[in-house]
């Protein structure tokens, strides 16, 4: 049914998130016209002009954004803000984005550094913006850099349940043990262990055939970037008993992809029989003479599993047979679109997750490996 005060904006042109998320509840995409002019540095480089084409006085506008890093992304974002909100006087406008650009840059590591992430929630409230609704932050400090309302949604039940579907799916041709006793949850980085100890408690709930408690093994791996080097790190030890288990990484974003092709190494060394990896904003970044197709490649992860938060990698994956042979994707279009109904009835997101008995209602598998 449609909601009659509620218009839908694409961040971008051609956004396959905005697509996906608007089919998911039904709405069509308000016409909205991109001018893009040519600039010095060649295509992409010179101003873009947004015209929309649609009465929007007194009516709530949600823009959906997949972000992308690129400046001018964001840029656009902001011209569509400020027009729905000044231009086109319209009620309340929502940011609905699964990833905030610079999330690793919210805090400094030292003296007269940028704290980027402060930086770019002044620009959108300056802008108009009245909210913003985002996926599994990179840091939970994000949210105090915001002066309007910030809802962070997590993605870690639909991670469980996909995890403990798939254990269950391999457990009797690869002979592993039942409820998930041969998984190991790997932790890639000190900055991820609370979250994979969270997920380690909804991975057993969904693992258990009974009222059994049963608790899932975890792996810490040890490592230090080197931020001289962008995309090098050091990888020391894994610390956990790994050998003949198939062990699990989780993280929120993969760029160049170095602390889990690090982390998957020290697992196979330790006697580890799969190792898979899981990751909610995946970019997979080309660095000098190592593309990222080949460093997967050759790296030890039998399985890359991501979501489609970012439509450009999942338009390279599935173009590239290298990538989609190790790479499965699954589609949040339906999660996010649950959202947006919660916040167009007034209700809260904290809860959204307890209210579903089956959380497989709210992801789809869009593209399956076939490496494994």
Request: aromatic content about 6%; charged content about 30%.
């Amino acid at each position: 049914m449609t909601d009659r005060n509620l218009v839908l904006l694409a961040g971008k042109e051609g956004d396959g998130f905005a697509a996906a998320v608007a089919a998911e509840l039904g709405e069509p995409l308000c016409d909205v016209e991109y001018t893009a002019f040519p600039g010095d540095g060649g295509p992409g480089t010179g101003e873009t002009k947004v015209h929309i084409r649609q009465n929007l006085r007194d009516r709530d506008v949600h823009i959906l954004w997949s972000a992308g890093h690129a400046p001018s992304e964001l840029f656009v974002v902001l011209q569509l803000i400020d027009a729905a909100k000044l231009s086109a006087e319209a009620h309340r406008v929502s940011l609905i984005t699964p990833e905030l650009p610079f999330g690793r840059q919210d805090k400094s590591h030292e003296r007269r550094e940028c704290v980027s992430t402060r930086l770019l929630a002044r620009l959108l409230e300056a802008a108009g913006l009245d909210h913003v609704l985002a996926a599994d932050l990179h840091s939970d400090q994000t949210e105090a850099q915001f002066r309007i309302p910030l809802d962070h949604i997590r993605t870690r039940p639909i991670w469980a349940h996909y995890i403990a579907s798939w254990y269950r799916r391999r457990a009797a041709t690869w002979h592993l043990a039942p409820e998930a006793g041969d998984l190991v949850l790997g932790v890639p980085d000190a900055g991820r262990s609370r979250a994979v100890r969270e997920l380690s408690d909804e991975v057993a709930r969904h693992a258990r055939s009974g009222d059994r408690k049963i608790r899932i093994r975890l792996a810490f791996h040890d490592k230090q970037r080197r931020w001289e080097e962008p995309g090098r790190i050091d990888s020391f030890s894994l610390l956990g008993d790994v050998h003949g288990r198939v062990v699990w990484f989780s993280d929120d974003l993969l760029g160049s992809g170095d602390t889990l092709f690090a982390a998957a190494q020290a697992a196979k060394a330790a006697g580890a029989r799969a190792v898979i990896c899981s990751v909610t904003h995946a970019h997979g970044y080309d660095l000098p003479d190592r593309p990222f197709a080949r460093r997967l490649a050759e790296s030890a992860i039998d399985e890359l599993v991501v979501s489609d938060t970012n439509p450009l990698f999942v338009r390279r994956v599935l173009a590239d047979p290298e990538l989609s042979s190790r790479i499965t994707i699954l589609s949040l279009a339906p999660f996010f679109a649950e959202a947006v109904r919660r916040v167009r009835r007034g209700e809260t997101l904290k809860e959204m997750m307890r209210d579903f008995k089956d959380h497989g209602s709210l992801y789809r598998v869009a593209q399956e490996a076939s490496h494994v």
